[in-house]
């Protein structure tokens, strides 16, 4: 080591007196002070009184490395890093100094300049397997860079965080680390996470502007966009080059007025230019999940105004997909699936809003679907009619005729086997909607979803004959003539 050289030009006038042997006395007590706080663990104290022995002989490579490596206990890295250099350039040879420095240099993320301190280390003790172990480290560091790299050039955005959880057991104090988990994690949408990471870097320095940038990354991805777009401006007042900042900031404010305009013309009443405008806001940025879940939502509710119900049920798949808690999309693809007659699905989707919030509203929807699900697996009468659920009572009776006379078996008598089979059943079939939907308490019954055996009705037991009989005015009053000059299938009516 080099010899210690005490220097009092900068001495308190009292101190000009004594001598270096004197001075070096007295820096070496205050050393010794500061090694019997460290000791206890009390590092501010002890780092006063190192300091109190680089202020007696400021050429002292010692003080600077016990300084150094208290201030990393401290976790004032930085500093420690500026102690440990001014340690080696007094003492070349000083091994502890360029351990420290290595140290220093791998917690604050730069593995290359450690690298180099710890082959420093080994050139003067070749057998210190300490510093084999770090520099073990150094290169970990350094290989978990190049995958978080590759990583996020392949948007495997999980890889990055665990490499960087992994590279950050070595390199603590290594925002640069920090900050690239922290903006995977926001781009993972871990928002809580990644803006606890940023909190944590700005409470050490507000000024850093990619902590900023992280900032006002999550709140762009929460769907804050005002908020976002401030910590945007402030990340480039602190660094103008700041690419990301500058991408994300315009990509904010074109967001926010393609979604507004889309909005204005929804509104209008102008559901084309709607459509087109969300459209348009989606390609803005593929990564703002839950802005880009509300655009596909707002898409749907605009499609159903088109009547484009297959792609409204897709784009809130494409919602739900982006975001699983987002219960408008659910209630949306529900109501698109019960205007579509899918009423299994619609279900599924009213029971899963249904378990997340349980109100009154919610309950009706998934009631009202149960209910219309069941009268799905039932005989639709009104189709097997051909009218619709509004029809009328002489609709109802124009209908039963039309079509009571196209399936009746006796029309049907030349036929094969199977179609006089087939036609038969429908001719049954026919009777039971007209029996069901003539009747004003079985039709209210019907359309309330109720079962019909309740009434006393058992259809299995039903004879489609009786009631056709009854319509058209009983035996004698109709006949069909299979073999007539006309052709087959042909029938007249006879009235007594």
Request: charged share 30%; net charge negative.
């Amino acid at each position: 080591m080099a010899t210690e050289n005490c220097d009092a030009v900068n001495m308190d006038p009292d101190m000009e007196l004594l001598s270096d042997e004197e001075l070096e006395r007295e820096a070496e007590g205050f050393k010794e002070q500061g090694n019997a706080f460290y000791i206890k663990k009390d590092y501010a104290e002890a780092f006063n009184y190192y300091s109190k022995a680089i202020d007696m002989c400021p050429k002292n490579a010692s003080y600077y490395g016990n300084r150094a490596a208290t201030l990393m206990m401290l976790c004032r890295y930085r500093e420690a890093l500026e102690d440990s250099q001014q340690a080696v350039r007094l003492d070349n040879d000083f091994m502890k100094g360029h351990l420290r420095e290595g140290k220093c240099h791998l917690s604050l993320g730069n593995a290359m300049a450690a690298s180099r301190c710890f082959q420093r280390v080994l050139e003067l003790e070749p057998d210190n397997s300490q510093v084999q172990q770090e520099l073990k480290n150094a290169d970990s560091v350094l290989e978990y860079e190049r995958m978080a790299e590759i990583g996020f050039e392949k948007r495997d955005f999980r890889m990055v965080v665990f490499c960087m959880d992994r590279a950050l057991e070595s390199a603590a104090a290594c925002h640069r680390f920090k900050i690239l988990k922290a903006e995977c994690l926001a781009l993972l949408g871990r928002y809580p996470e990644a803006q606890s990471v940023a909190s944590d870097i700005l409470r050490m320095d507000s000024t850093n502007a990619d902590a900023l940038y992280v900032r006002g990354l999550c709140l762009y991805y929460e769907d804050c966009i005002d908020k976002a777009v401030q910590f945007f401006v402030q990340a480039l007042r602190m660094a103008p080059d700041h690419d990301k900042a500058r991408l994300a900031c315009r990509n904010a404010k074109a967001l926010k007025a393609k979604k507004e305009e889309g909005n204005k013309a929804f509104k209008e009443g102008n559901f084309e230019a709607a459509y087109e405008l969300y459209s348009e806001a989606l390609t803005i940025d593929p990564n703002n999940i839950k802005t880009n879940a509300k655009l596909y939502c707002n898409r749907a509710t605009v499609g159903s105004k088109l009547k484009k119900l297959e792609q409204a049920i897709e784009d809130c798949t494409k919602a739900i997909k982006l975001d699983e808690t987002y219960i408008k999309a659910y209630l949306r693809r529900a109501q698109c699936y019960m205007d579509t007659e899918q009423y299994e699905e619609a279900v599924r989707d009213y029971e899963k809003v249904y378990q997340t919030e349980k109100t009154k509203e919610h309950k009706h929807f998934l009631k009202h679907a149960q209910l219309e699900l069941k009268k799905s697996k039932r005989k639709d009468y009104y189709k097997v009619l051909g009218v619709n659920k509004n029809a009328t009572e002489d609709e109802i009776k124009k209908a039963y005729r039309k079509r009571a006379l196209l399936h009746h078996p006796d029309r049907h008598s030349g036929a094969s086997p199977e179609l006089q089979k087939e036609e038969e059943k429908k001719f049954k079939e026919v009777g039971e909607a007209f029996s069901v939907l003539s009747d004003p308490k079985k039709k209210s019954r019907y359309d309330s979803g109720q079962d019909l055996e309740d009434d006393g009705m058992n259809m299995g037991d039903f004879d489609a004959n009786n009631i056709f009989k009854a319509f058209f005015g009983g035996p004698g009053g109709f006949s069909f003539e299979g073999n007539s000059a006309s052709g087959p299938g042909n029938f007249f009516f006879q009235f007594g």
